[in-house]
């Protein structure tokens, strides 16, 4: 149950930020919906095609397709209120890299690989819809700038797999996981952190 809401709960984070660019962008109703799904589903995806897993999720079960569905509608109806709110698109981005980077790492460990390569699947899954959504929308993926973003999945990854032989509720190490990313991702962005500048250094 724990792993099918942490689904649920990040597709919909990831449609609801793509509905939020493709608007910002001023795309119709189809483009709405294309980025919104891409950026849904397109590191599910990638993730599953790497590892064998076909037809991909959500072409085995319709209710994600579904799911995007009404969030999309729910976003668009209400994109006045969601962007109200200060950082909607930061918010809703950084809760769904911390729910499907868990996700990854659960799928990689479900086909046997190994702790790095299950970061490196839930780094993929969390990553790389909006990657997609990025390139869609014309602009450099935040996953190639100098903002902790990638960085915070592996983090949280490495907590999670630190927790997981502990004796404790099986539940705590996947919760401790999102927390770290989440964390980490707002923290960040809060006081400014980012990776080191080699141009600057380089005097490029």
Sequence with gaps: MLYYTIDILGTVAFAISGVLVAMDKKLDVFGVFIIAFVTAVGGGTLRDVLIGNTPVMWMRETIYVMVIALTIVFAILFVNQLKYFRKTLFL?????????????????????????????????????????????????????????????????????????????????????????????????????????????????
Aim: net charge positive; proline share 5%; with cysteine.
């Design 92 to 204: 809703f981005d950084t809760i769904g890299i911390g729910l499907f980077t868990m996700l990854g790492i659960e799928k990689g460990l479900a086909v046997s690989l190994s702790p790095i390569i299950c970061i490196a699947l839930g780094t993929i899954t969390a990553c790389f819809g909006g990657v997609i959504r990025d390139i869609l929308c014309n602009e450099i993926p935040v996953i190639f700038r100098r903002e902790i973003y990638a960085t915070a999945c592996i983090l949280g990854g490495c907590g999670y797999f630190l927790v997981k032989p502990l004796p404790i509720d099986g539940t705590f190490p996947y919760l401790l996981g999102i927390f770290i990313i989440i964390t980490t991702r707002i923290l960040a962005v809060r006081f400014k952190i980012a990776l080191p500048n080699i141009y600057r250094k380089k005097g490029l």
